[in-house]
């Protein structure tokens, strides 16, 4: 045995291995207060080797943005901590998700490509969670298809009105009874995005998109296995451990996949880019063709003929049309249920610029109730009540703190939504705040983002305003809308928040 070995062994008293544990301990937290110098104020002292501030979290939260409520009163609306290898900012004012989100959106356009977000989207591959110049490219290719398509208004509200119509029917045969509205609003407007998608009379009656609809809804309603898998995904040595949320939440995500990538291949064989475009996926495969031109790089030419590119974009198509829309539509019936006064202001308006004929895009101007009734169930309703997760791409300084290159960070925008200081009576339903003095529209009114902002401003917006302003205008005009439980429901939440489930009674007008 050498010598050096045996003077260690003699020394290892526990005494002696107390001080070294310490001494490693000390020099942590020396690190730590380096590397968080400038930075927004945080708990330091709690923050532990592989761990971070995991222990300064509210473990008892059922939502996702209540675990950070004692750090919020601890250290004020802009604070920071690390979680696993990540370092976090925090920005829950309204000053600081503003600046965020619209002020310094190139600073933070990044999204971090944690181990859940990552495989689910293969490889970061879709809009949501790309980066880089091939994220950047493929975001102008879904925008100008998009925009393609949306520009045929006479198309979209064809599409919209079929399956609004089907809707009013189902309601009208459940004749006055209570019946929970999430399945047939959520049938509705994924039959909408269906046809939008993959082409005219496709919807969840094919066996294929409705198994697409059942996968992406067992996803939304997974609050536990999504909360558990993205949290997990802050810790990239937590893959190894024996958790199967993260492994759910993947295996549901390949299997959306898989019915995408078979539909995707079937029209390839038979895409005509002479044809004119009359669904997504052909106005997609169309700009494609188009853009090949416009290729200046490797990794944009190998994004522009990457299958799996337009497999995680129509993903995003999907869920992102069929979830947002049909939440936000359970959330206003709920409100409107337990506010009648505000029910018979609407249909009063629609009675009066509509009389015997159905709604159209072109009464949006004439019906500023409906659309404010729409933009107060998106405040009050926060289907995303944190913007998802954004990462600084450069050193930059929030609300004059430091933020280094690579830091995580999350905009709270239900702290600006429910804030007192931004709107009167904020907890209270009430659409009248989006309508000014001369019962207009209000559309710029600031602090709004529930489609977030910025860079990262949601590509499907447009659609979805379209369809929650002709559904909203159709049930409106259609029923007076009743609780049958007395109050309006709970709200659940991990990433998404929806309302938890309720009945209404739905009581045809004359």
Known sequence: MSPWFVTIYDSLSLGNVFLFLLLL?????????????????????????????????????????????????????????????????????????????????????????????????????????????????????????LRQYLSNFPLIESRVSTQAVKLVQFIEQQDGKAFDPADCLQRAVADVICGITFKEGTNTSHPDMDKLLKLNVTFAASADDVQMASFLSFFPWACHLPFNAADRIIKLFFKMHAIIRKSLRERMKTFDPTEPVED??????????????ECETDEERSALLSEDHFIAAIEDMFFGGYETTSTTLRFAIAFLASHPNYQEAIQHQLDEVLGDRRPSLDD???????????????????????????????????????????????????????????WEDPTVFNPYRHIDADGKLITNQGNFYPFGAGRRVCAGEPLAKVELFLFSSWLLQSFTFLPADGHPPKSKASIIQFPEHYKIRAIKRK
């Open 280 to 293: 997504f996926m052909s106005a997609l495969l169309k700009t494609r063709h188009d853009f090949e031109v």
């Open 25 to 145: 301990f000390l020099l942590h937290y020396l690190m730590v207060l380096y590397e968080f110098r400038n930075m927004p104020p945080g708990p330091r002292l709690t923050t532990l080797p592989v761990l971070g501030n995991i222990f300064s979290l509210d473990h008892k939260a059922k939502r996702f943005p209540d675990t950070f409520r004692s750090l919020k009163e601890n250290f004020g609306g802009v604070f920071s901590l690390k979680l696993g290898s990540y370092n976090f900012v925090m920005a829950s004012t309204t000053d600081a998700v503003k600046e965020v989100l619209v002020k310094k959106s190139a600073d933070y356009a990044g999204r971090p490509q944690m181990h859940v977000f990552y495989t689910s989207t293969l490889g970061g591959k879709d809009i949501v969670f790309g980066n880089g110049p091939a994220w950047k490219f493929y975001r102008k290719l879904f925008t100008t298809a």
């Open 364 to 422: 949006r101007p004439n019906l500023p109730l409906v659309q404010a009734t729409i933009l107060e169930a998106l405040r009050l309703g926060n289907v995303l009540p944190m913007a998802l997760p954004h990462i600084a791409l450069v050193d930059t300084i929030l609300c004059g703190y430091r933020v280094p290159k690579d830091t995580v960070i999350f905009a709270n925008t239900e702290s600006v939504h429910l804030n007192p200081k931004c």
